[in-house]
């Protein structure tokens, strides 16, 4: 990361305010996914297996992942600043709904849906925030802005799941400790909502009045609106592939978080209930490769291209899958960590590709499809590992498979990256 950059932008006001609203956020997420994932794999009073569960909680993200373009258009239409503050409030209501249900004890459709809709609420605020990210930081400095604001997220989020833990060994692992700890992640989102209030009206677009009149028509028609997306995405091939690369990633990245998931709840741990613990350290791992990347891939790709780096990120997981085959924990600690590493270096070669190459009118659609790519390929990921894998995640047929696909994306994607023509730089 160029210190000299940075300097630059955190200078800036506006982004400073952002970047706040970024952080009480995803804050507020790692606090409310700790309390999800202790009470859904590790509680103690519940009896089903991970894999089951697993299973159940991909089933959550579908549904949004079908209505993730819609959310697009209208990050195309409405106030940003609007978005950013309200959403928060949303949430908060919403989190303590599930609360409620978990009181309760109702463990049925009804706590999935609020978990659905929290999840979803999510996507539409993170993509509300890199659709405003360059109005409020120059072009030449998005790679840098990007590094800095999207993993100090990332981390916050790895800090937040610690105070959910923390507070989980506060409260208890059970109902009502749990339902303690999503009343605190609903006043979190409150004081993120607040924060976003600081934002300056009208400075984070969009700015319909400098669109083509073409867009404006296009907005007044959701459906008709995602076409002319999609027809503006085929122009751009760079931007084209650096969706495929991030998405394809996904995909196998959520096969080998569930495979962390199991092996953590049924071959890592003697007790289920001390299984978290482990998956904890594990996340913290990969937490660390997430800030590695955020260091390095600024000045790498200032010395070759997005696209090369990607390439080299795609291989490096396919090397990093061949380190878990004893299925131990130290050589699983590594393989997060580089895993990490991957995950980070291409998403912020992907996002900041994206927003080099899609004019600003379009950026809410295609981030909101980016989201949910993210979330279909996931929950697809997570439903195939629950089916085929063991229930305590030792599979070595599964870990060369992932291997050999992450080698496959890389020359596939290297390939398509060359013919599409002019590589984008850096800036």
Same mark, same amino acid.
């Given at each position: 990361m160029?210190?000299?950059?940075?300097?630059?932008?955190?200078?800036?006001?506006?982004?400073?305010?952002?970047?706040a609203?970024?952080?009480?956020?995803?804050l507020?997420?790692g606090?409310? =996914?700790?309390?999800?994932?202790?009470?859904?794999? !590790?509680?103690p009073e519940?009896?089903?297996?991970?894999?089951?569960?697993a299973a159940?909680?991909?089933?959550?993200?579908?549904?949004?992942?079908?209505?993730?373009p819609?959310?697009?258009?209208?990050?195309? &239409?409405?106030? &940003?600043?609007?978005i950013l503050?309200?959403?928060?409030?949303?949430?908060?209501?919403?989190?303590?709904?599930?609360?409620?249900?978990?009181?309760?004890?109702?463990?049925?459709?009804? !706590?999935?849906?609020?978990?659905?809709?929290?999840?979803?609420?999510?996507?539409?605020f993170?993509?509300?925030?890199?659709?405003?990210?360059?109005?409020?930081?120059?072009?030449?400095?998005?790679?840098?802005?990007?590094?800095?604001?999207?993993?100090?997220?990332?981390?916050?989020?790895?800090?937040? $799941?610690?105070?959910?833990?923390?507070?989980?060994?506060?409260?208890?692992?059970?109902?009502?400790?749990?339902?303690?700890?999503?009343?605190?992640?609903?006043?979190?989102?409150?004081?993120? %909502?607040?924060?976003?209030t600081?934002?300056?009206?009208?400075?984070?677009?969009?700015?319909?009045?400098?669109?083509?009149? =073409?867009?404006?028509?296009?907005?007044?028609?959701?459906l008709?609106?995602?076409?002319?997306?999609?027809?503006?995405?085929?122009?751009?091939? =760079?931007?084209?592939?650096?969706?495929?690369?991030?998405?394809?990633?996904?995909?196998?990245?959520?096969i080998?978080?569930?495979?962390?998931?199991?092996l953590?709840?049924?071959?890592?741990?003697?007790?289920?209930?001390?299984?978290l613990?482990? !998956?904890?350290?594990?996340?913290?791992?990969?937490?660390?490769?997430?800030?590695?990347?955020?260091?390095?891939?600024?000045?790498v790709?200032? &010395?070759?291209?997005?696209?090369?780096?990607?390439?080299?990120?795609?291989?490096?997981?396919?090397?990093?899958?061949?380190?878990?085959?004893?299925?131990?924990r130290?050589?699983? %600690?590594?393989?997060?960590?580089?895993?990490?590493?991957?995950?980070?270096g291409?998403k912020?070669?992907?996002d900041?590709?994206?927003?080099?190459?899609?004019?600003?009118?379009?950026?809410?659609?295609?981030?909101?499809?980016?989201?949910?790519?993210?979330?279909?390929?996931?929950? $697809?990921a997570?439903?195939?590992?629950?089916?085929?894998?063991?229930?305590?995640?030792?599979?070595?047929?599964?870990?060369?498979?992932?291997?050999?696909?992450?080698?496959?994306?890389?020359?596939?994607?290297?390939?398509?990256?060359?013919?599409?023509?002019?590589?984008?730089?850096?800036?």
């Open positions: 160029r210190a000299s950059e940075l300097r630059v932008i955190v200078r800036g006001r506006d982004f400073r305010r952002l970047y609203t970024r952080l009480t956020s995803q507020t997420d606090v409310f =996914q700790a309390a999800l994932a202790g009470y859904v794999f !590790f509680s519940r009896q089903e297996s991970a894999a089951k569960a159940a909680f991909a089933v959550t993200l579908l549904p949004y992942s079908a209505l993730g819609f959310a697009g258009v209208f990050i195309d &239409r409405w106030s &940003r600043r609007r503050t309200w959403a928060p409030v949303v949430r908060a209501a919403l989190v303590l709904a599930v609360a409620a249900t978990v009181v309760a004890g109702y463990e049925g459709a009804g !706590f999935y849906l609020g978990v659905l809709l929290v999840l979803g609420v999510n996507r539409f993170l993509a509300a925030l890199s659709a405003a990210l360059p109005h409020v930081v120059r072009r030449e400095h998005l790679v840098t802005a990007n590094a800095f604001a999207v993993t100090s997220g990332t981390i916050i989020s790895f800090v937040g $799941a610690g105070v959910g833990y923390a507070l989980r060994l506060a409260f208890g692992a059970g109902r009502s400790g749990t339902a303690l700890i999503l009343v605190c992640a609903a006043a979190l989102f409150l004081a993120a %909502a607040a924060v976003a600081t934002l300056p009206r009208g400075r984070l677009g969009p700015h319909l009045d400098e669109a083509a009149e =073409q867009t404006r028509r296009a907005l007044g028609n959701v008709h609106g995602l076409v002319d997306g999609a027809r503006h995405m085929a122009r751009r091939p =760079q931007g084209a592939l650096a969706l495929g690369a991030i998405s394809f990633h996904r995909f196998l990245y959520g080998v978080l569930i495979m962390a998931l199991l953590s709840r049924e071959h890592f741990a003697a007790r289920v209930e001390d299984g613990s482990v !998956f904890a350290m594990l996340l913290g791992v990969s937490g660390a490769g997430f800030f590695v990347a955020a260091l390095v891939t600024p000045p790709v200032h &010395r070759i291209s997005k696209q090369a780096w990607i390439t080299a990120l795609l291989v490096t997981g396919a090397a990093s899958m061949l380190l878990g085959l004893s299925f131990d130290p050589p699983w %600690a590594l393989l997060m960590f580089l895993l990490g590493v991957v995950s980070q291409v912020l070669c992907a900041t590709i994206l927003q080099e190459t899609v004019d600003d009118a379009y950026r809410g659609r295609v981030f909101a499809v980016y989201d949910m790519l993210f979330n279909a390929l996931f929950a $697809a997570v439903v195939l590992a629950a089916a085929a894998l063991p229930a305590d995640g030792t599979s070595v047929v599964a870990l060369l498979a992932v291997a050999a696909a992450y080698a496959g994306g890389a020359v596939a994607y290297r390939a398509a990256a060359g013919r599409s023509g002019r590589v984008v730089t850096a800036g």
